[in-house]
């Protein structure tokens, strides 16, 4: 279990096993990946992120079902991925989305960026391919369109949840 720590204006406040209805404060957990620690930080709209944004992700939901896919060597997870050089932030967006989970979300709304600080691991260097200070911004929004679903890239299925069941799935 990961425990989410809420920042208030003394630090560290009380920790929590749910990020449900933290959307506008700030949170931190330090992750453990596969490259080293990476402290990764909650920044609710309208508070700046860092720079550069690497990646996009949305929340998509078609009625009252979350759609997910699945991802090779990300596993089941919301739609998204990494902004391409030269490309927009809502390009990269809809482009991800029509990739992984062959769907077209009209209008996204921006939640927040999530911050991925490398300055906690050691081993961290340039042959890691990211930047020691990045965002990825978080997304959601309502799937005006429903594509035919074609297992291409990296994505082996997609998947329509009912929103209120994900915290048990």
Same mark, same amino acid.
Not at 16 to 23: E, L, Q, T
Not at 54 to 83: K, M, N, Y
Not at 134 to 162: C, D, M, W
């Given at each position: 279990?990961?425990?989410?720590?809420?920042?208030?204006?003394? #630090?560290?406040?009380?920790?929590? @096993?749910?990020?449900?209805?933290?959307?506008?404060?700030?949170?931190?957990?330090?992750?453990?990946?596969? =490259?080293?620690?990476?402290?990764?930080?909650?920044?609710?709209?309208? @508070?700046? +992120?860092?720079?550069?944004? &690497? *990646?996009? %992700?949305?929340?998509?939901?078609?009625?009252?079902?979350?759609?997910?896919?699945?991802?090779?060597?990300?596993?089941?997870?919301?739609?998204?991925? %990494? /902004?391409? =050089?030269?490309?927009?932030?809502?390009?990269?967006?809809?482009?991800?989305?029509?990739?992984?989970?062959?769907?077209?979300?009209?209008?996204? /709304?921006?939640?927040? !960026? /999530?911050?991925?600080? %490398?300055?906690?691991?050691? *081993?961290? #260097?340039?042959?890691? #391919? +990211?930047?020691?200070?990045?965002?990825?911004?978080? +997304? !959601?929004? !309502? !799937?005006?369109?429903?594509?035919?679903?074609?297992?291409?890239?990296? &994505?082996?299925?997609?998947?329509? /949840?009912? *929103?209120? @069941?994900?915290?048990?799935?």
């Amino acid at each position: 279990v990961v425990v989410f720590e809420r920042i208030g204006v003394g #630090g560290v406040g009380e920790s929590r @096993k749910s990020i449900a209805g933290w959307v506008d404060e700030m949170i931190s957990v330090l992750a453990h990946w596969p =490259t080293g620690p990476v402290r990764l930080r909650w920044v609710p709209q309208p @508070k700046k +992120y860092s720079e550069p944004v &690497t *990646a996009v %992700h949305c929340f998509c939901f078609w009625g009252e079902q979350i759609v997910l896919v699945d991802v090779a060597r990300r596993g089941v997870s919301i739609p998204g991925g %990494h /902004v391409e =050089t030269g490309e927009s932030r809502l390009d990269c967006l809809q482009r991800e989305l029509a990739e992984e989970a062959c769907i077209v979300v009209n209008a996204p /709304v921006l939640l927040g !960026a /999530v911050e991925c600080d %490398h300055s906690e691991n050691p *081993a961290f #260097g340039p042959s890691l #391919g +990211y930047p020691r200070l990045a965002s990825q911004l978080l +997304y !959601a929004g !309502a !799937a005006n369109r429903i594509l035919p679903f074609v297992a291409k890239h990296e &994505t082996s299925r997609r998947i329509f /949840v009912p *929103a209120l @069941k994900c915290p048990e799935q």
